[in-house]
């Protein structure tokens, strides 16, 4: 397959620095991207356990790319055919054959993560088998009990939010100012 990512390659091949500002602009995207979505897991956990759901789904991309799997009890890995996800890939609209190999390029191989993962739910197979696959998998996993959820909100209650910070740094300030510490 020759495009973009090729064509950089033979400029590099022959000395030329290539800036790749589709990689650049994705680390700086997701370094502004992935804090927020720390913090709304962080916001739906705790909306969940006050709601008393013991089991909940946490849909992450590039989970093990990322390590996020260390944040889990369990891991599903959602898996299909090579050839069913990518007819279903590029039926997306504005999917390219250049995109979808950038994707695949930035995620662990398809075998290694249904080895690593604790279930795989099959979707290459009809919507009735992948609707029975969920819910045996749902079965298997309502009388576990987990840690990890203590473990995120443990970390979360460490790390708090900005204002909250700002508003406890108002109030030392204050006290400081009144002789009260």
Do not use: W
């Not at 495009?3 to 590099?12: E, L, Q, R, V």
């Not at 620095?17 to 680390?27: K, M």
């Not at 916001?43 to 944040?71: C, S």
């Not at 950038?102 to 690593?116: G, H, N, S």
């Amino acid at each position: 397959m020759q495009g973009k990512s090729t064509c950089a390659n033979f400029f590099k091949a022959h000395g030329v620095p290539v800036l790749d500002s589709d990689n650049e602009a994705l680390r700086r995207l997701e370094g502004v991207v992935h804090p927020l979505v720390t913090q709304e897991k962080a916001r739906f956990l705790a909306d969940m356990a006050r709601q008393h759901h013991r089991l909940v789904v946490v849909d992450v991309p590039l989970l093990y790319e990322t390590g996020a799997q260390a944040q889990c009890d369990a891991v599903a890995v959602v898996s299909a055919p090579a050839e069913v996800q990518r007819q279903r890939v590029l039926a997306r609209p504005g999917m390219t054959e250049e995109k979808l190999a950038a994707i695949l390029a930035r995620q662990m191989p398809d075998a290694e993560k249904r080895q690593k993962a604790d279930f795989v739910i099959d979707t290459g197979v009809s919507l009735g088998e992948t609707e029975a696959h969920v819910t045996a998998l749902i079965d298997a996993l309502r009388g576990r009990r987990g840690t990890a959820f203590q473990r995120i909100m443990g970390e979360a209650r460490q790390q708090p939010d900005e204002e909250g910070r700002q508003q406890r740094e108002g109030q030392t300030a204050q006290q400081q100012e009144q002789g009260t510490t």
